[in-house]
């Protein structure tokens, strides 16, 4: 049936937005987002950190399964042969129980290929780019407590640095053997104070390469490098290789840390120092209890 006339001409008025409204709501949906994007994106940086703290834990069950099949002792942060020939790095020696099925052959080669690196070594909030080349490998976001100064043992056999910082041993040999799958380590005994000792730090670092030796180790909280050291070592330093500066705001100016006993910590640098500094750092960076 055609429509009347009358029907048509309603339809014609039929009341429409002007511009002017069209866009106050344009300007109230704007608004809005703009006070719902901080809340998401705090929402999302938490579940980083929480995630980032249970793949930490994770970790620490990895080193607890390690030191349980090698009389109490812990892995070294790194094993290199050569010079460069071969590494293996403490992700390497955890790598079996931390859920990694590469091969010995290939661990040894200091470079973990892509698709065989643990998921739980980067932090999903670690978004620093890679600043190497190497063409494989995967980021690794965090790094062993060193074993202070002197922390690099020239033998296989060499004596260890006194037990003081952390238990992260460097073996660096310069005769191109094979690197020890049972190495000499520091035991569990050797920790005064387990629940006050770091024994990872986050070390958000553009060359952080899974299985690679350089930097395996965090030297401390930073602004100052350790001599003989390059600024990636430390975790923030405003010289040179700022990665730790600039990653500094993934857990809201703090850093996670794993602890001895297993418990992980979301932390300001400066409540880890003790009665150190940032330059020499002492508190949780040392296996000594009270300092």
């Known amino acids: ?3 009347s006339h009358q029907s048509s001409s309603k339809l014609s008025s039929a009341p429409a937005f002007t511009l002017i409204e069209l866009l106050v709501v344009i300007a109230i949906i704007a608004v809005l987002a703009s006070l719902l ?23 620490g069950v990895g080193f607890t399964l390690f030191t349980s099949d090698h009389s109490d002792m812990f892995p070294p942060t790194a094993y290199s042969t050569g010079p460069y020939m071969y590494q293996l790095t403490w992700d390497d020696y955890i790598h079996r129980d931390i859920g990694g099925g590469d091969s010995e052959a290939d661990l040894m080669l200091g470079l973990t290929a892509s698709n065989a690196v643990p998921k739980i070594l980067r932090c999903p909030g670690d978004r620093i780019l890679d600043t190497i080349s ?3 490998g995967a980021r690794r976001t965090y790094a062993m407590n060193w074993a202070g100064p002197n922390f690099v043992v020239s033998s296989a056999s060499g004596p260890l640095p006194p037990a003081s910082y952390g238990v992260g041993v460097y073996y660096s040999l310069s005769d191109g053997s094979l690197p020890s799958w049972e190495p000499r380590g520091y035991k569990n005994s050797a920790v005064q104070d387990n629940a006050g000792t770091i024994l990872l730090a986050e070390e958000p670092n553009g060359r952080n390469i899974a299985g690679n030796d350089w ?3 965090c030297a401390g909280t930073g602004t100052n490098v350790p001599s003989g050291l390059t600024p990636d070592c430390v975790q923030v330093n405003p010289e040179g290789q700022n990665y730790g500066a600039s990653a500094y705001g993934i857990h809201s100016q703090r850093f996670n840390y794993l602890f001895h006993d297993g418990h992980v910590a979301t932390l300001r640098t400066k409540d880890t120092l003790g009665k150190g500094s940032t330059t020499v750092a002492r508190g949780m960076w040392t296996m000594v209890a009270g300092d």
């Open 1 to 3: 049936m055609k429509p």
């Open 37 to 59: 994007l901080p809340a998401l994106a705090s929402a999302k940086a938490k579940a980083w950190r929480i995630q980032c703290t249970s793949q930490m834990k994770q970790l």
């Open 134 to 136: 190497y063409g494989w």
């Open 215 to 217: 930097p395996s180790f």
